[in-house]
């Protein structure tokens, strides 16, 4: 079976500094990993995919992630936080095995001045 | 603006009625999901269409959950009788296929009183 887990279910940063939000996974088949982000009452936007190939990944607004298998992890980053990324990170991974989607709890990032 | 659309955005009913909720995926896209979300959780599959065809129902409550997507384009998700603890949000994704990123529209805020 797959799973993911998001070390902290909340995290807190000042602007301007280093925003790391944790994904682990579970998987006996090489997975595909996917960070999305919500806002408040909307739907998830896809921040970034790992599907093969090069394993740091680079997304929309200035996040990246590093798959690292030996780790089973997939930590997303950003260097320099901003108040607009305030916001809800679900990670989730892929296998062909279970052939579908499956999200850790999220992490809510709030960014504070 | 989320290129899956799903009305309504919001829903207040009492236990016991029944509600639904439409998704339109992303024109072409031949897979379409229905997640639930509770507060401070991720999105859980409730069920999975390629084309007109279930492929995943395995967590939906068929007790009193029904979901169809008759001609393999949009979509219907149907709760009868609601009860309290099916508060949550109703999200609906679309894909191209199995594996591939899934987009997903505003969700439905479902509260049952």
Redo the contacts between chains.
């Keep these: 079976a797959q799973s ?1 887990t998001q070390l902290g ?1 909340h995290v807190s940063v000042s602007e301007g500094a280093l925003v790391l939000l944790r994904c682990n996974y579970s998987s006996s088949v090489p997975p ?1 990993l ?1 960070w ?1 982000v919500q806002y408040p ?6 921040l970034l ?1 790992y ?1 093969s190939g090069s394993t740091l990944v680079k997304g929309i607004n200035g996040f990246e992630a590093e798959f690292k298998k030996s780790e089973t992890s997939f930590h997303l980053t950003k260097p320099s936080a901003h108040m607009s990324d305030a916001a809800e990170f ?1 990670c ?1 991974v ?1 296998t ?1 095995t279970a ?3 499956t ?4 992490t809510r990032l709030q960014v504070t001045l | 603006e ?1 290129e ?1 659309a ?1 009305s309504p ?1 919001y829903k207040i009913t009492e236990k016991s009625q029944a509600v639904a909720f439409w998704c339109d995926p992303i024109s072409g896209h031949a897979t379409l ?1 229905w997640y639930r979300q509770i507060l ?6 409730l069920v ?1 269409f390629q084309d007109e065809s279930v ?2 129902d395995s967590q939906l409550p068929k007790d009193r959950f029904s979901a169809e997507r008759l001609k393999g384009v949009d979509s219907t998700l149907k709760i009868q009788p609601a009860e309290l603890g099916d508060s949550a ?1 109703y ?1 609906c ?1 679309s894909s191209l296929g ?2 591939q ?7 439905t ?1 479902l509260s049952i009183l």
């Design positions: 993911v279910s595909y996917f999305y009452n909307q739907g998830l936007q896809l995919k599907l679900l989730a892929f062909g052939s579908k989607l999200f850790g709890t999220g | 989320a899956v799903q955005r999901y401070g959780q991720g999105p859980e599959l999975q492929v995943d949000m999200l994704a199995q594996g990123p899934q987009h997903f529209g505003d969700g805020r």
